[in-house]
């Protein structure tokens, strides 16, 4: 499990406002505990991805993106725009 201290430099190194990179945390700490799996950890890093090739981060996950390890984990319907 990693923690926002642990990634912050990875997290920093994309140059996104605190804002945005507070968005991809959200939306990748699928369980919400607080921390990042490994699958959760690859899912920030392709939403930072995304944002930096210039595309926007979705307003909720689409189900597509939700690694398969985590899919049966019920989620209530949130927005993170």
Not at 13 to 22: A, E, I, R, T
Not at 57 to 64: E, I, M, Q, S, V
């Amino acid at each position: 499990m990693i923690s926002f201290s642990a990634v912050k430099n990875a997290f920093l190194k994309s140059k996104l406002p605190d804002c945005v990179l507070d968005q991809v945390w959200i939306m990748s700490d699928l369980d919400g505990d607080g921390l990042l799996d490994i699958d959760e950890f690859a899912l920030a890093m392709h939403l930072i991805k995304v944002k930096c090739n210039g595309f926007d981060l979705p307003d909720t996950l689409p189900a597509h993106l939700i690694p398969p390890s985590k899919r049966d984990i019920r989620l209530e319907e949130k927005s993170y725009g």
